[in-house]
């Protein structure tokens, strides 16, 4: 996480990839989520701002480490397959 930039940069290809799957009628759930994030994540300022409202647990849950990172890849896995199959229904 220490390496992760706390900013987003804005081509605009999510956007029309969006946009071009309302046109066609095909769903692109996991494409327009991460469009959605990405657009919470450039209101930095906001984010600060909630952050002094918001708490999150004071204790950090009790996990096995290894068995996150499995989840994780697992999860990272199904959302390239899913992205991809969402993209091929938008070309297709």
Avoid: F, N
């Avoid at 946009?19 to 450039?42: F, H, K, N, W």
């Amino acid at each position: 996480v220490d390496k992760i930039l706390d900013k987003t940069g804005m081509k605009g290809t999510g956007r029309w990839t969006v946009q071009e799957a309302a046109e066609q009628s095909v769903a692109a759930p996991t494409i327009a989520s991460a469009l959605d994030s990405r657009y919470i994540s450039g209101r930095k300022d906001e984010r600060v701002e909630a952050e002094k409202i918001l708490k999150g647990p004071s204790d950090p849950p009790v996990v096995d480490k290894d068995q996150i990172l499995k989840d994780i890849q697992a999860a990272l896995y199904a959302a390239k397959v899913v992205s991809y199959a969402q993209g091929l229904g938008i070309i297709r």
